[in-house]
């Protein structure tokens, strides 16, 4: 099995890779994003708590968080294997991940980085946002929150890289194009798709 962290800025197309990896390894796919989404749709007491932080492009803070993905890493499902997407963006979550992940005797795997130009990622976001209806992805929002990628997430990228976790995708091109560097960067460690 494999616990895959799929990290890169908003937009960058962790979505729909995340999908792609998680059938292809058979494991969850788990992205606090969706979580939040549906908690904010349902208007759950999390929901009303995040809402507030994401309308002004904020991240949700680390206790909410840390609290939503140490009860679903606990789910039978995701005990052989996950792939985690929009999980952690700070230093303090990379600690409660470590640590929800020792007390189960596991750890990380890999972390794939997408990249992708920041002007194409304003264009993606602001077309999914037509698309989908979301309120939240305003370009003023979308910069905001590429801005707090760059100042807190960013930075993580070089702790898994001092571990030697990362590997660095291009995000840009077909989905299928981009799925294949993917896969042939995990295959290269030894981590092969079921399907």
Known sequence: M???LLIGAPGAGKGTQAERLAQAFEIPAISTGDIFRHNVKNETELGKQAKAFMDRGEYVPDSL???LVRDRLSHADAIEGFLLDGYPRTADQVVELDDILAAQGNK????????ADTDEVVRRLLNRALEQGRADDTEDVIRRRLEV??????PLTSTYADR???VMIDGLGEVAEVSGRILEALAARGFSPKR
């Open 108 to 115: 990380l795997d890999v972390v794939v980085q997408l990249t």
């Open 164 to 166: 030697g976790l990362v």
């Open 65 to 67: 968080t840390n609290a």
């Open 2 to 4: 494999i616990r895959l």
């Open 149 to 154: 990628y760059e100042e807190q997430t960013a």
